[in-house]
C-alpha cells in the first residue's frame, strides 16, 4: 500500500508537467528552485557569524515556517490530493494510513525545498559546534513536525472549510507575509548587528526556542553554545510536540476516512440554542442571531481569527526594527482592542438581503445597534482579559494593569460605538454568503474607505487623552494609573452609547435606503 501511494504522489507530481497547465507549472518550479537555492545560500552564509545570530535567524525563521505550513491550506484553499477521504472506498488500514501518508506527502515541491533548508541549517549547527549525531536528528525531527503540521492544517481544511476557495491575492500576501517577509527581514537586520543580537531579538529568541514553534532549531544552537539546561529543555519540548502532533494527525485521518457529512435535516435540533439563551425581546433576538452568524459563517470567522493573530505580529518587526521588548510587548492589546472594535463597521452588508427581517419587523434602531455588538464583545473581552496579564507577566511591570486597561477599554468601545454608525451610513459591498471570506467584489453602490477609516481613525483620536494618561503612567509613576483606567473607561462607554444612539437613529431613518444596498451590493 504505501508503495502504491507513493507511486502515485509521484505519478501527481510529473502529471502537472503535462496538459495546459506545464507552463504555469515549470514557472512555478523555477521561483521555488531560486527562492530555496537563495534561502541556502543566505543560512550557509551564516556558518562564520556568532552563534547568537545563526541562532536568532534560524529559529525565529523555523517558527515562521512553521506557523506558513499550519495556515497556508486554510488561507489559499488548495485542494488536498492526499486527502485520506480518497483512500476510504479502497478498504485501506486505518492504522497504516497516517504513516503512508506523512511519507507520501515527502513527495512535493514545497517538501523537498524544506528538506534543502533544513539540511543546511543542520550543517550551519555543525560547524559551529553542534555534534552530528544530534543534529542530524533534530533535523530530521524538525522536519517531520512541519510536515505533520502541514497534513494537520489540510486535514483541518478539509473538515471546516469544505467548501473550494478561490486563490485569492489576500491570502497569498498573508501566507508570503508569514513565511518569506518576516525571515528576510531578520536576516537582513542580522546584517547589521554586528555580532551582537539586541536584548529584545535575544529575548524573544530564547523564549520562541522553548515552544512547539521552534524546538528543534532551538535544541540545535543551544548544543553549539553549550547551553546544557536549555537543550535538555529544548529537546524535551521537541519529542513531546512531536508526539503529540502524530497523534492528532492519526486521530484527524481516522476521523476522515470514518466520517461522513450527515443531511442538514439530521443536524436539526429542538432546542432554541442562543435563541434561548438571550432574553425574549428584540436586543436578544438580533444577539442571538448575530452569534449564530459570527461562529458558524467563515467570514466572520476569519475576522475573529485574524485580530489576534495581527496584534501578536506587530511586535516582531518592532523587535527586528530595535524597539525594546518592554515597549514592544505593550502593542498587541491596543491593537487587537482597536480591531475588534472595528469589525462591527460593515455588519450590516454581512447581513445581505437578510437584512429585511430587521427592516419588516420594525424593530429599534438601538436594540439592533446592540444586538450586533454582542458577539464581538463575547469574544474581545476573554481576549483581552488573557492578554493584558501576559502582557504585565513578560516585561515583567505590574503597575501598568490599569493604564494598559482603560487604554484597551478606551479603543475597544469606542470603536464599537464608531462602528455602529459607520455600518449603516456607509455600508460597502462584500463577499455574499458561501463565497470566499478573502474575496472583495468591487461593485458601484459601495461607499469606498472612506466609512472604515472615520471608525478606525476616529476611535484613536479620541483616546488620545487615555494613550497621553498611559504614557505618562509608564514614563513617570503610578500616580497617573487610577486616572488613565477612569478616562479610558469614561471615554470609550461615552462614545459607544453616542455611537449606538446615532446609529440606531439612522437605522430606523435609512431602512429602505440599507434595503436597496444590500439588494444591489
Known sequence: MAAHVLRLRATLLLGSLRGERRARTLVMLVIVAVLTAAVCIAILSMADAPVPVARTVTVLGSAAVLVGFLIGPILVGAVDQLDPRRF???GVDERQMPWILTLAAFVSLPSLALLAVSVCVCVVAIRLGAAWPAAVLMGVL???CTMLTARIGMAVNAL?????RSRELTALFALALVVVAFPVAVFLASLKWDGHVPAAVASITATV??????????FLFAVAADDAAGAWISGTIAVITAGALWMLWSWLVQRLLTTTERPVASRERTGLGWFGLMPSNAFGAIAARSLVYWLRDRRYIMNLIVVPVAGVLTVFPLLVAGVPLEIAALV?????ALFFGW???NDVAYDSTALWTHVASGV???????????PVVLVAVPVLAIAVPLTLLWIDDWRLLLPLTGVAASLLLSALGLSSIVSVVAPYAVSRPGDSPFQQPQRPTSRGVYGPAAAFLGAIVVSIPTIWLFVLTALEGSQYAPATLWAGIATGAGVAAVGVAIGGRIFERGGERLMEFVETA
Open 160 to 164: 471546516l472549510l469544505p467548501e473550494r
Open 343 to 345: 469589525l462591527p463597521h
Open 142 to 144: 524538525s522536519l517531520v
Open 364 to 374: 429599534r434602531g438601538v436594540p439592533d445597534r446592540l444586538g450586533r455588538l454582542v
Open 88 to 90: 476510504a472506498v479502497f
Open 209 to 218: 526556542g522553548l515552544t512547539p514553534l521552534a524546538a528543534g532549531p532551538g
Open 332 to 336: 498587541p492589546v491596543p491593537v487587537m
